[in-house]
């Protein structure tokens, strides 16, 4: 059982930067590939960005170049730099996991609760 939890969420000006984490439970982190989703009001949860135990990384268009995914296995941490923020980045964000390869769909094992990111104009 992996247990993730998010911070670092907030209400940044667009332009701005954000800096969320995911704190993960349990052992063999370093087997895990790790991904971040996000949902808008109304809308889908959509894929962001993911990583594997091995550091093949995958991004979503619209946040290529502007966000950075990264992980630190000896503090079961994984990382979400977003810079240059817009207001449609704006939504809930989510950390999930799964023991297998990297994937942008959301197949993860285990979700964290969320955190809220909202970028004013």
């Known amino acids: 059982q992996v247990q993730l939890v998010e911070s670092g969420g907030g209400l940044v000006q667009a332009g701005g930067s954000l800096r969320l984490s995911c704190a993960a439970s349990?052992?063999?982190?370093?087997?895990?590939?790790m991904g971040w989703f996000r949902q808008a009001p109304g809308k889908e949860r959509e894929f962001v960005a993911a990583?594997?135990?091995?550091?093949?990384?995958y991004y979503e268009d619209s946040v290529q170049g502007r966000f950075t995914i990264s992980r630190d296995n000896a503090k079961n941490t994984v990382y979400l730099q977003m810079n240059s923020l817009k207001p449609e980045d704006t939504a809930v964000y989510y950390c999930?996991?799964?023991?297998?390869?990297?994937?942008?769909?959301?197949?993860?094992?285990?979700w964290g609760q969320g955190t809220q990111v909202t970028v004013s104009s």
């Open positions: 990583i594997s135990g091995s550091g093949i990384i």
């Open positions: 999930a996991a799964r023991r297998a390869a990297v994937s942008r769909r959301p197949e993860y094992d285990y």
């Open positions: 349990g052992r063999s982190f370093n087997y895990y590939a």
